[in-house]
T-cell receptor, first 115, second 113 residues
């Protein structure tokens, strides 16, 4: 496809369960970002990947959150032992290079609800 | 602390009217400022990107202005349409940050017929 895709679009889980969120960036984009958007709040940076460099994990809120990017393309955000405060929309974005200098293209997001 | 503040938080206007959204930031050193439109249930879509040397940029009926001295930006929407109903997000990039953009909370615009 031409844009960034994310799956699933909606995820409802029980507190304490693990979840995996997937992001397919635009082909050829070397940078990939994960953000979290809580109701009434701005986007919160979680992690980004740029090429083969070590990811910037400085935004991950706890060690329950992790992400990987395989083959420089698809990325998976994993949340272990989910808590109710993890409920939010998780957005993925990709860009040709670092977002500071390049336009970011966002996916539609995954709405996570933790019961 | 680097922050981006937007006002108003929400706005209701009639179709065909103009409106202006405001963004103030404290990000330093400054790299660029972007305005995004986010429809309900969708990801943000870029409207404009302005660097330090640019003080105005247009994209159709959307015109963004930037005053880097006062650290203020505005987004003016002309002849609003129902499809303009969305959240408008101001985003500032810190020079040298490599990738960590700072997002405002957005202004939720509702255009009524």
């Amino acid at each position: 496809g031409a844009g960034v895709s994310q799956s699933p679009s909606n995820k409802v889980t029980e507190k304490g369960k693990d979840v995996e969120l997937r992001c397919d960036p635009i082909s050829g984009h070397t940078a990939l970002y994960w953000y979290r958007q809580s109701l009434g709040q701005g986007l919160e940076f979680l992690i980004y990947f740029q090429g083969n460099s070590a990811p910037d994990k400085s935004g991950l809120p706890s060690d329950r959150f992790s992400a990987e990017r395989t083959g420089g393309s698809v990325s998976t955000l994993t949340i272990q032992r989910t808590q109710q405060e993890d409920s939010a929309v998780y957005l993925c974005a990709s860009s040709k290079g670092l977002a500071e200098y390049n336009e970011q293209f966002f996916g539609p997001g995954t709405r996570l609800t933790v019961l | 602390k680097n922050q981006v503040e937007q006002s108003p938080q929400s706005l209701i206007i009639l179709e065909g009217k103009n409106c202006t959204l405001q963004c103030n930031y404290t990000v330093s050193p400054f790299s660029n400022l972007r305005w995004y439109k986010q429809d309900t249930g969708r990801g943000p879509v870029s409207l404009t990107i302005m660097t330090f040397s640019e003080n105005t940029k247009s994209n159709g009926r959307y015109t963004a202005t930037l005053d880097a001295d006062t650290k203020q930006s505005s987004l003016h929407i002309t002849a609003s349409q129902l499809s303009d109903s969305a959240s408008y997000i101001c985003v500032v990039s810190e020079r040298g940050s490599q990738g960590n953009l700072i997002f405002g909370k957005g202004t939720k615009l509702s255009v009524k017929p």
